[in-house]
T-cell receptor
Framework: GAVVSQHPSRVICKSGTSVKIECRSL??????MFWYRQFPKQSLMLMAT?????????EQGVEKDKFLINHASLTLSTLTVTSAHPEDSSFYIC?????????????FGQGTRLTVV | LAKTTQPISMDSYEGQEVNITCSHN???????ITWYQQFPSQGPRFIIQ???TKVTNEVASLFIPADRKSSTLSLPRVSLSDTAVYYC?????????????FGTGTRLQVTL
């Protein structure tokens, strides 16, 4: 199946600093990618939809100025957590879809564990 | 997007067949049903997808009744390594990508 790669897999940063997470589709072009956040023992929560060449679409309650999303090419989307605080510590996951027949199959990155200290 | 309801958790012994049922009463005509598996600190992994009747692949089977208001993921002869969270998702093809909304998932614990 298609491969989506996230980097880094784990990051620890100081409170107040910014962290960038990369999501790459390695063997297909993804015009749309999605960013999720997952807290311990909870389900994935969709944060935003990243569209190549245009602004991201954020879900209700997600601060667009805090979670900056850039989708500069068909294979790369980045999520920057600005001025990170301990409550931003979470597991961040990206996904990209590729059409399969009449429906799409989503492929997920391996996730990034962010710890803000 | 159709809302899904699954059991929060299930327990099984190794070697048994496990069936996880998902309810999606307001599924739309164009919606497909997809199941994902997630291990701790990893991204979800695609298991199986179907529209109606039965679908089988090398790891699981998916049973969908005629009214499509529910679906059952069947895992034959589970092993310890099948301990994970299983998510049932319902969504449709939008032309470029489908926005997937995750429900609570079912935490499957397999023991000896």
């Amino acid at each position: 199946g298609a491969v989506v790669s996230q980097h880094p897999s784990r990051v620890i940063c100081k409170s107040g600093t910014s962290v960038k997470i990369e999501c790459r589709s390695l063997d297909f072009q993804a015009t749309t990618m999605f960013w999720y956040r997952q807290f311990p023992k909870q389900s994935l929560m969709l944060m935003a939809t990243s569209n190549e060449g245009s602004k991201a679409t954020y879900e209700q309650g997600v601060e667009k100025d805090k979670f900056l999303i850039n989708h500069a090419s068909l294979t790369l989307s980045t999520l920057t957590v600005t001025s990170a605080h301990p409550e931003d510590s979470s597991f961040y996951i990206c996904s990209a879809s590729t059409p399969v027949g009449m429906n799409t199959e989503a492929f997920f990155g391996q996730g990034t564990r962010l710890t803000v200290v | 997007l159709a809302k899904t309801t699954q059991p929060i958790s299930m327990d099984s012994y190794e070697g048994q067949e496990v069936n996880i049922t998902c309810s999606h009463n307001n599924i739309a005509t164009n919606d497909y049903i997809t199941w994902y598996q997630q291990f701790p600190s990893q991204g979800p992994r695609f298991i199986i997808q179907g529209y109606k009747t039965k679908v089988t692949n090398e790891v699981a089977s998916l049973f969908i009744p005629a009214d499509r208001k529910s679906s059952t993921l069947s895992l034959p002869r589970v092993s310890l390594s099948d301990t994970a969270v299983y998510y049932c998702l319902v969504g449709y093809y939008t032309g470029t990508a489908s926005k997937l909304t995750f429900g609570t998932g079912t935490r499957l614990q397999v023991t000896l």
